[in-house]
Nanobody
């Protein structure tokens, strides 16, 4: 049974930073492209960043230059460093595989709220 556990969210002022973590268990984590997704109330879940097993990254235009995805295959963990946060970044953030249909059941996510 694969489990994805996201953490690191919180309340931050506009312009602030947060670092999210996603720990995966029960899977050969290192072989997969992993991604961070987010979902705001009333909106569909969107993919914001992906990282290959070799470390190549890709970002949605809305976060490019502000967010940075990384991974530690030895720890089965993927990270999302979020800088220069904006109110429109407010969402629940999730991780999962990053190509095609997400492979695993969704975790509980971590809430990010950007507000003054």
């Amino acid at each position: 049974q694969v489990q994805l556990v996201e953490s690191g969210g919180g309340l931050v002022q506009p312009g602030g930073s947060l670092r999210l973590s996603c720990a995966a268990s029960g899977t050969i984590f290192s072989v997969y492209v992993m991604g961070w997704y987010r979902q705001s109330p009333g909106k569909q879940r969107e993919l914001v960043a992906t990282i290959t097993s070799g470390g190549s990254t890709n970002y949605a235009d809305s976060v490019k230059g502000r967010f940075s995805i990384s991974r530690d295959n030895a720890k089965n963990t993927v990270y999302l460093q979020m800088n220069s946060l904006k109110p429109e970044d407010t969402a629940v953030y999730y991780c999962n595989t990053g190509i095609g249909i997400p492979r695993y059941s969704w975790g509980q996510g971590t809430q990010v709220t950007v507000s003054s």
